[in-house]
T-cell receptor, first 108, second 113 residues
Framework: AQRVTQPEKLLSVFKGAPVELKCNYS??????LFWYVQYSRQRLQLLLR??SRESIKGFTADLNKGETSFHLKKPFAQEEDSAMYYC??????????FGTGTRLTIIP | DAGITQSPRHKVTETGTPVTLRCHQT?????MYWYRQDPGHGLRLIHY???????DKGEVSDGYSVSRSKTEDFLLTLESATSSQTSVYFC????????????FGPGTRLTVL
C-alpha cells in the first residue's frame, strides 16, 4: 500500500544549525511530492514541491528514488522556521496522502 | 486567506447529535476536500469533491457524508457524532487535481462529549 512516513514527531534544532526533516514513501511508481507547513496561528500552506525544484525560505528537498525519500533541508535554521511540517504525496488517485507530521522547534 | 472560510470555527456537541460543517470558497476552484487532523495521524482525507454534485470517499469516510450543491460550498455532515470524531477539521480547495497546490481553510475544532 502507498504510504508516507515521517519518522520524527518532534525535532528541536538550535538556531543557525542545519535542519533535516525526514520523509520516506512507499510507492513503486513516480509520485509527485510536496512539503506543506503550518506556522503558529496560520493556515496550512504549500512550502515546496519537488517538480518545481525551487528553494523556498531557504528550504530545499530532493527526491531520492533509490531510497524513496524526500527529505526537507535547510543549512541554517532560523527561529521563524518553527512550525509543523507535513510531507505529502500524490499517487495519481485524485488524492494527496499526508504524513503524520513533524513539529520543528528552533531553539534560540 | 479570506478566499476559504469555515463555519463554525469551534463547536462542542454531544454524542449522537448531527453536526454539519460548512466550507465556503470564493476562488471558483473545482476541487474541494475535507480533512481531519489528529495527533499521531497527521492529516487524513475524509471526502473530496471534483465538481458540483460529484464527490468521492477518502481514507476515513465512515460516519461522514458530504454534499456540494454549488461550486462555492462543500458541507461535511456527521449524522450521529461520536467521541472518536473529536478532531480539527480542515477544508481545502485546488484549481485542478490533487497534485496542484491545495489552499486550506482556518479549521474547525469539534469536540464531541
Amino acid at each position: 500500500a502507498q504510504r508516507v512516513t515521517q519518522p520524527e514527531k518532534l525535532l528541536s534544532v538550535f538556531k543557525g544549525a542545519p535542519v533535516e526533516l525526514k520523509c520516506n514513501y512507499s510507492y513503486s511508481g513516480s509520485p509527485e511530492l510536496f512539503w506543506y507547513v503550518q506556522y503558529s496561528r496560520q493556515r496550512l500552506q504549500l512550502l515546496l514541491r519537488h517538480i518545481s525544484r525551487e528553494s523556498i525560505k531557504g528550504f530545499t528537498a530532493d527526491l531520492n528514488k533509490g531510497e524513496t525519500s524526500f527529505h526537507l533541508k535547510k543549512p541554517f535554521a532560523q527561529e521563524e522556521d518553527s512550525a509543523m511540517y507535513y510531507c505529502a504525496l500524490y499517487f495519481g488517485n485524485e488524492k494527496l496522502t499526508f504524513g503524520t507530521g513533524t513539529r520543528l522547534t528552533i531553539i534560540p | 486567506d479570506a478566499g476559504i472560510t469555515q463555519s463554525p470555527r469551534h463547536k462542542v456537541t454531544e454524542t449522537g447529535t448531527p453536526v454539519t460543517l460548512r466550507c465556503h470558497q470564493t476562488e471558483n476552484h473545482r476541487y474541494m476536500y475535507w480533512y481531519r487532523q489528529d495527533p499521531g495521524h497527521g492529516l487524513r482525507l475524509i471526502h473530496y469533491s471534483y465538481g458540483v454534485k460529484d464527490t468521492d470517499k477518502g481514507e476515513v469516510s465512515d460516519g461522514y457524508s458530504v454534499s456540494r450543491s454549488k461550486t462555492e460550498d462543500f458541507l461535511l455532515t456527521l449524522e450521529s457524532a461520536t467521541s472518536s470524531q473529536t478532531s480539527v477539521y480542515f477544508c481545502a480547495t485546488s484549481q485542478g487535481r490533487a497534485y496542484n497546490e491545495q489552499f486550506f481553510g482556518p479549521g474547525t475544532r469539534l469536540t464531541v462529549l
